[in-house]
């Protein structure tokens, strides 16, 4: 019996989802809502487990434990022909035998659908692709076939549309044309997108929301501005960019700020930004929101004082400084070549200071190397 | 005098090197000739023979005709052990084939208990000696009381059979990538319309190659055949039986002859394949 595509659009809702292999839980306890229309990234290192959530959503794995709905139709064990969910593989499974005509329209064909032509043809316009329709898949290009792919997908309108790593095979300019493209074509047909992937850039570049996970658990799920600005975790602040992150202490409150002890020197950040539990925190600030000022300079907002320049490199847009702290800890700040030549050099004593607003507060029992070890290049399985 | 020296040792010291650079270059070539003279040889004489005005031995050229081609089944039971080669052939082939797909894609596709085993002895027809497996093979059927014959030669070619039909669509099976099954079922195609158009079309090269395999093997089979076919003749029963008095020339015909259509059925292949290349 297959699902009526029309009653089963709507949000897709998975609960308290876990996928055991063994002892090991490749998703553990996962509950998440994918608003209908949206474009939803599962962010993760290689082994998080995103792709195991992809693949139990389109039916090729059964979670061990709880329910997936789409809309108001349970689809939790259904089998994969039967939903009206389609997938753009990783390295694009096309098949060899087939045209790419034929490759599009398996799916129309298999569905009973009547003007099989008209709808590939249609498609095929839209990836720019018309020429190609009687060619192997085995004489494209990978850009091509990663089109091929999700032509073949897109076409049948599926109420939600799983890309699975889908620019890990093509070269980096390529792949930022097609990430433009994808969310261009998302908007133009105005799918439900679930995007897995391992690339932070990627993600934040096409997805509206994304869901960052590590170890079978999404550790935080937002907007990318709201993930890169007010991380929630060590994981998610290492993950997405970079982040200095300084052990501090709560030492009070000032209205709706709270004052933060780092090191004996005194800063504050709003309170709705703090994630600690306790009194002991990170105080987190991403690189560029440091400004960098000679030793004696008058300079506003928060300050740390007793900083000496450790490195300087030029790299063009901006300079990325590491400053050594009193306390032992290196800082990365980046600058803006806005006024010309770096102007500090190695060696040089210096403050840093920067907007209490763009502090953030992480708890105190963290690991703040959490999510720093992951090579973002890295393709996962 | 040292003119004459120089005239003379010049040339001697670059005609070595450029022999042995002539032998670097040119050694794959000469090897490749020998190679191929050691594999055709036998067939290019076997060709010439069937072309030989031999009368009753065909040991000895006496001179040119084509009578032989122009009568094939000339020799007395020729057509006939052929017809039968071919039917048993075909028989084989057929169940072979099917039998051995099946079993491949059960041990490449599904985990059950005594998998690894069965995977082991699936060799073990391959491996055992054909005079043990024949000489088996007839006691076997003698228990069971059945007379030697067509049918008895057809099962024990099927047992044989079956093996390299195994090994040679399990190979094919393992390099299909699983991700394309995948794909077809999520493009709404059920588990049958998966099989029938990914999975098998996919496969099916290597499903030709096995039937082919299991063919060449069973026509020219001699030893299993000779214990098991009773009174009945085969193609390679009667060349080793008239080997004694002397085999016909219609024999070298029909030896060409399936060495030529295998031949051509290679050369066709090739050229589907590059076709489809293309």
């Not at chain 1, 959530?53 to 349970?74: C, F, K, N, Q, Y």
């Not at chain 1, 034929?102 to 032509?117: H, S």
Request: glycine share 8%; proline share 5%.
């Amino acid at each position: 019996m297959a699902i009526d595509p029309i009653a089963a659009r709507g949000d897709l809702r998975l609960t308290r989802i876990t996928k055991s292999y063994g002892d090991f839980k490749a998703v553990d306890d996962l509950t998440l809502t994918i608003p209908k229309g949206s474009f939803f990234a599962l962010l993760g290192p290689s082994g998080c487990g995103k792709t195991t959530t992809l693949r139990m959503v389109a039916g090729l794995e059964e979670p061990t434990v709880g329910s997936i709905h789409l809309g108001d139709t349970d689809i939790t064990t259904t089998r994969p022909y039967q939903r009206p969910i389609n997938t753009v593989f990783q390295n694009y499974a096309l098949f060899p035998h087939l045209t790419i005509f034929e490759n599009i329209a398996f799916g129309l064909r298999r569905r009973g659908v009547k003007d099989v032509k008209e709808q590939v043809d249609k498609v095929l316009n839209l990836i720019e692709l018309p020429h190609l329709a009687e060619r192997k898949p085995t004489q494209l290009s990978g850009g091509q076939q990663q089109r091929i792919a999700l032509a073949r997908a897109i076409v049948n309108r599926p109420a939600l549309l799983l890309l699975d790593e889908p620019l890990g095979a093509l070269d980096l300019k390529l792949r930022r044309q097609m990430q433009i493209e994808l969310k261009w074509i998302q908007r133009e047909v105005g799918l439900t997108f679930v995007h897995v992937t391992h690339d932070q850039e990627e993600a934040m570049t096409m997805a509206d929301t994304i869901a960052v996970m590590n170890e079978g658990k999404i550790e935080q799920m937002g907007s990318p501005a709201d993930l890169y600005d007010d991380p929630e975790t060590a994981f998610v602040a290492n993950f997405l960019g970079q982040s200095n992150l300084i052990k501090g202490k709560i030492d009070g409150n000032d209205g709706d700020n709270l004052v933060i002890d780092l090191f004996g020197q005194k800063i504050s950040m709003p309170k709705s930004r703090s994630h600690a539990i306790d009194s002991s925190l990170y105080a987190g600030i991403r690189p560029e929101k440091f400004r960098i000022s000679r030793t004696g300079s008058a300079v506003r907002g928060n300050i740390l004082t007793g900083g000496r320049i450790e490195d300087v490199s030029y790299i063009g847009v901006s300079t990325q400084y590491v400053v050594a702290m009193p306390w032992g800890q290196e800082l990365m700040v980046f600058e803006q070549n806005d006024d010309g030549v770096p102007p500090f050099n190695k060696g040089e004593e210096v403050i840093i200071s920067w907007e209490p607003n763009f502090t953030f507060g992480l708890r105190g029992d963290e690991d703040i190397e959490a999510g720093t070890e992951v090579n973002p290049d890295e393709i996962s399985e | 005098m040292s003119t004459k020296t120089v005239a003379a040792t010049i040339p001697t010291i670059p005609l070595n090197a450029r022999l042995s650079r002539w032998f670097g270059r040119n050694l794959l070539r000469i090897y490749m000739f020998f190679g191929f003279s050691y594999l055709f040889i036998p067939v290019a004489y076997t060709f010439a023979f069937s072309f030989n005005d031999s009368g009753k031995s065909n040991l000895i050229w006496k001179g040119f005709t084509f009578d032989n081609w122009q009568n094939p089944c000339g020799a007395p039971q020729i057509c006939e052990a052929l017809g039968n080669s071919i039917k048993i052939g075909f028989l084989a082939t057929v169940f072979s084939t099917i039998l051995g797909t099946m079993i491949a894609f059960a041990i490449a596709r599904y985990k059950f208990a005594g998998r690894s085993s069965s995977n082991l002895l699936i060799f073990l027809p391959m491996a055992t000696p054909e005079i043990v497996l024949g000489a088996s093979l007839l006691s076997l059927f003698l228990v069971f009381k059945v007379n030697p014959g067509f049918w008895p030669t057809v099962i024990a070619h099927v047992v044989f059979c079956i093996s390299f039909v195994v090994v040679t669509v399990k190979a094919r099976i393992a390099s299909l990538d699983p991700r394309l099954e995948q794909a077809a079922m999520d493009l709404y195609a059920n588990e049958v319309e998966t099989f029938r158009r990914v999975t098998l079309p996919l496969v099916a090269p290597g499903i030709a190659a096995a039937a082919l395999l299991a063919f060449s093997l069973s026509f020219d089979d001699f030893i299993i055949t000779n214990f098991n076919s009773g009174t009945m003749t085969t193609f390679p029963k009667f060349v080793y039986v008239s080997a004694a008095r002397g085999i016909p020339a219609q024999a070298n015909v029909i030896g060409s002859a399936m060495f030529f259509l295998a031949l051509a059925i290679v050369i066709a292949g090739q050229l589907v394949s590059r076709k489809k290349a293309r």
